[in-house]
């Protein structure tokens, strides 16, 4: 069970740094940056009067003081309104950033896995633009909902990297797989690699989700230091966020045109490649 995620962790780690998986980076990263240049730009001091305007007036300030005493986290009271921007945001950061990567950058990583690795690999077209679009809003809406729930684990750290992990391993699971299999696989064998390697490939995902909780640390440690220096810690985690989206997604499509592969040399033995 392990060692061909092992092996397609290895291929993944050093497309990874090749030139044409840095370069590909770029347009999404242009992307990310205009657009959450312009809101941050426009809406984060308006954000944080509101959010200081509805903490006083429902006295939330009190009641996060006295949760924060109880955790013995009580110097945080006065970064309680940056704090929550700053979790407000995240989820949208990564739901951009996720949608940058599944529509412009999946479809490369895919040629270039395939080019790589599986030159030989029948392509049955089984997915298509709109079925992979589909798949990403609706999985990222019910990411959206969840993290939304689970925001109170935020008091507790080691519960919310570990909450963080498991949300990013189903959602990376559920689109990537998709995205990975669409070119080559047939809509049948599609479902067979999900229904049988469910469990690899949501532990792939939930590996990659405790690299994607770095980013946020970085994010959110910013409310800890200064609001300067918001904008450039909101650079570097969506910089890190689309570098690490791309390895996750290298790492899927590796893995799943191999089990794809396998499953036709299983069924067909005289036509898997040599």
């Given amino acids: 069970m392990l060692r061909p995620i092992a092996i397609a962790y290895g291929r993944a780690l050093r497309s990874q ?12 990263l242009l992307l990310s940056l205009a657009l959450w240049g312009s809101l941050l730009y426009a ?6 009067d ?34 929550v921007a700053m979790l407000a945001l995240l989820p949208l950061m990564i739901i951009t950033s996720l949608l940058f990567i599944g529509v412009g950058a999946m479809p490369a990583i895919a040629r270039h896995v ?6 030989q690999l029948e392509r ?35 519960v919310a990297l570990l909450v963080q992990a498991v949300l990013w391993g189903w959602l990376t699971a559920r689109v990537m797989s998709y995205d990975a299999l669409s070119i080559h696989a047939s809509l049948e064998e599609r479902r067979i690699i999900v229904a049988t ?6 532990l792939i995902g939930t590996i ?56 036709r040399a299983a069924q067909d033995p005289l036509k898997a490649p040599e």
């Fill in 208 to 263: 990659s989700g405790l690299l994607g909780a770095l980013p946020g640390v970085a994010w959110i440690g910013g409310a800890l230091l200064s609001v300067v220096l918001f904008p450039v810690l909101a650079v570097l985690s969506i910089w890190l966020y689309l570098i690490i989206f791309i390895f996750t997604g290298l790492w899927f499509q590796y893995y799943c045109l191999q089990a794809l592969l396998e499953l």
């Fill in 197 to 202: 390697r469910r469990r690899q490939l949501l």
């Fill in 50 to 83: 509101w959010l200081q305007a509805t903490f006083s007036e429902y006295g939330l300030f009190e009641t996060s003081s006295s949760i924060l005493a109880t955790l013995g986290l009580g110097f945080l009271k006065t970064l309680v309104v940056p704090l």
């Fill in 43 to 48: 809406g984060m001091q308006p954000l944080y």
């Fill in 124 to 158: 049955k077209e089984g997915g298509s633009f709109l079925g992979s679009l589909g798949v990403n809003l609706s999985g990222i809406v019910v990411f959206a909902l969840l993290w939304i729930v689970t925001l109170p684990l935020y008091a507790l750290a080691p």
């Fill in 17 to 28: 740094f090749s030139s044409r998986m840095l370069l590909l980076s770029v347009v999404p």
């Fill in 114 to 119: 395939s080019r790589v690795q599986f030159p």
